[in-house]
């Protein structure tokens, strides 16, 4: 019985250059957008107590940004000066006894007003660019 070896046949291709692409350049960087939106709450506090009443009351944040106003009640607060009206934000928020959080984003600069629902002034917020 015959036993057959088989051959190995080497072929030999030859190269083309250029035939490989280049791994492509990394784009160049790319500058951030203006605030984005992960960016963090610009956070502020706020306490309500029977001496001071609201305090404190005046607060500068940027526009854009989105706040985050740490309201620790701490006094009983009666009637409506337990709602916390900021009507160029749609602000309504009640507040419970304790931390509560009022959350918005301006969008303007100027005054923002925080009253009770009649009016009376809590705090104020000077927004800038
Ligand atoms: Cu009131």
Known sequence: ????????AITVIANETGAVAPTPVASANEQP??????????????SVTNEQGFYPNSFTAKKNL????????KADISGCMDTMIGSDYDIAYRLKPGKNTVRFTPTKVGKL?????????????????
């Open 33 to 46: 957008t203006e605030a984005p939106a992960s960016a963090p709450a610009q956070k502020f506090t706020m």
């Open 113 to 129: 007003d925080l009253t009770c629902p009649m009016g009376i002034p809590m705090g104020e917020f000077t927004i800038t660019n």
């Open 66 to 73: 989105s706040v985050e106003l740490e309201v620790d009640v």
């Open 1 to 8: 019985m015959g036993m057959t070896t088989r051959g190995a």
